[in-house]
Structures are given as structure tokens and as C-alpha cells.
T-cell receptor, first 112, second 113 residues
Framework: EAQVTQNPRYLITVTGKKLTVTCSQN?????MSWYRQDPGLGLRQIYY???????DKGDVPEGYKVSRKEKRNFPLILESPSPNQTSLYFC???????????FGPGTRLLVL | GESVGLHLPTLSVQEGDNSIINCAYS??????FIWYKQESGKGPQFIID?????DKRQGQRVTVLLNKTVKHLSLQIAATQPGDSAVYFC????????????FGSGTQLTVLP
């Protein structure tokens, strides 16, 4: 089944404790992206990747890092999480830039 | 930057009626539009898309209309069912933009029995 998977689905952590949210797609998509979703603000792009080893900032990149060492994986890294990063996070992928994106199930993060 | 917005944050319809969800966009360079459905606790799910060289596109029970003159997009759902209850997002993309999609804030559709 073609899909985007994320892990973990739920995470509670404390301020400053580094964490990684994994994202994997099995559709051989070139383009991958991370979004956060907050009430009243909709989906906002954090980072995106056009292909392996090619990443760029989205609209809200502060406090986040990403890497794209393999085509299928696009982890999101929070080096020092803060409470304002409490949110619902979605990974998405598309075959190429500009095409329809397919979303993962989401990761709900709470930073205390 | 320019943004995509929705006229109404909530919409309630009777089961079996048709639903119309509206979206206004302001980026005149937008040339590709997508509607997503997001059920509670799930990620956005692709419904239908339309490119700017079209005015209308139909899917299964859904139709998207694009009016470029007034920069307006709508999603019509025929014979709305309880399973259609969800938040619906429109998204736009200028195919020249490497940043991909810009999403609206969403409309909550509630189907009443």
C-alpha cells in the first residue's frame, strides 16, 4: 500500500530534550515536506526537500532541522524543543515539485 | 506573502443535501488548486485538483469549480453523507514556486441526520 508513515504518533517531552520524528514514504517520491498544524493557523510549512541531500526552509523553520540522506526518509529534528513547538506535525510527499502531496497520519507533540 | 482563505469556518448540511464549500485566493500566479479533506485525528486526504486552464472538474460525488476572474474556488459535494463530516482545505500552488502548497484555514463541514 502506498503511504507516508510517521513515528511516533504521540510524544510528550520536556523543554530542551532533543527529539526526532521520523517520516518515510514508499512511493519513490522526490519531494517531501514537513508541516505543523495549529488551531486558527492552518498548515504551515517547516522544511521541504526537493530530492536527496537537497533541503530548504519553509515558512516556519526556526527551531527545526531536517535531513534527506535517503529518498524515502525525511526526519524532523528538534534539537532543543520549547513549549511553543507543541503542535500537530505532518509529513507529506509528492512525486515532483508542484504535484499533489500525500500526507502522513500526523504526530502530536507536547513539550512541557 | 499572499494567502489562501475560506469564506466560512463552519458549514452544516442535512444528510442527502448538496454541500458547497468556498475558497478565495489572492495570488494571481496560482495555477494549480487542490481540495483536501481532514477527518478528526487523521492527516489531510487528497480529494480533487484542478489546473488553471480548466473551469470545472468532476470526481465521484465531488465537483470543483474555478473562477479565475474573481479568484474563487469551490468544492461541491453531492448527496452529502455522514462520512463527509470533516474539515476541508483548499490549497494553491504556483507551479513555479519551490515552496509548494499554501493552505487555507479550513471549513468544518458537519452533516446533520
Amino acid at each position: 500500500e502506498a503511504q507516508v508513515t510517521q513515528n511516533p504518533r504521540y510524544l510528550i517531552t520536556v523543554t530542551g530534550k532533543k527529539l526526532t520524528v521520523t517520516c518515510s514514504q514508499n512511493m519513490n517520491h522526490e519531494y517531501m515536506s514537513w508541516y505543523r498544524q495549529d488551531p486558527g493557523l492552518g498548515l504551515r510549512q517547516i522544511y521541504y526537500s526537493m530530492n536527496v541531500e537537497v533541503t530548504d526552509k519553509g515558512d516556519v523553520p526556526e527551531g527545526y532541522k531536517v535531513s534527506r540522506k535517503e529518498k524515502r526518509n525525511f526526519p524532523l529534528i528538534l534539537e532543543s524543543p520549547s513549549p511553543n513547538q507543541t503542535s500537530l506535525y505532518f509529513c507529506a510527499s509528492s512525486a515532483h515539485r508542484g504535484e499533489t502531496q500525500y500526507f502522513g497520519p500526523g504526530t502530536r507533540l507536547l513539550v512541557l | 506573502g499572499e494567502s489562501v482563505g475560506l469564506h466560512l469556518p463552519t458549514l452544516s448540511v442535512q444528510e442527502g443535501d448538496n454541500s458547497i464549500i468556498n475558497c478565495a485566493y489572492s495570488n494571481s500566479a496560482s495555477d494549480y488548486f487542490i481540495w483536501y479533506k481532514q477527518e478528526s485525528g487523521k492527516g489531510p486526504q487528497f480529494i480533487i485538483d484542478i489546473r488553471s486552464n480548466m473551469d470545472k472538474r468532476q470526481g465521484q460525488r465531488v465537483t470543483v469549480l474555478l473562477n479565475k476572474t474573481v479568484k474563487h474556488l469551490s468544492l461541491q459535494i453531492a448527496a452529502t453523507q455522514p462520512g463527509d463530516s470533516a474539515v476541508y482545505f483548499c490549497a494553491e500552488n504556483s507551479l513555479g514556486s519551490a515552496r509548494q502548497l499554501t493552505f487555507g484555514s479550513g471549513t468544518q463541514l458537519t452533516v446533520l441526520p
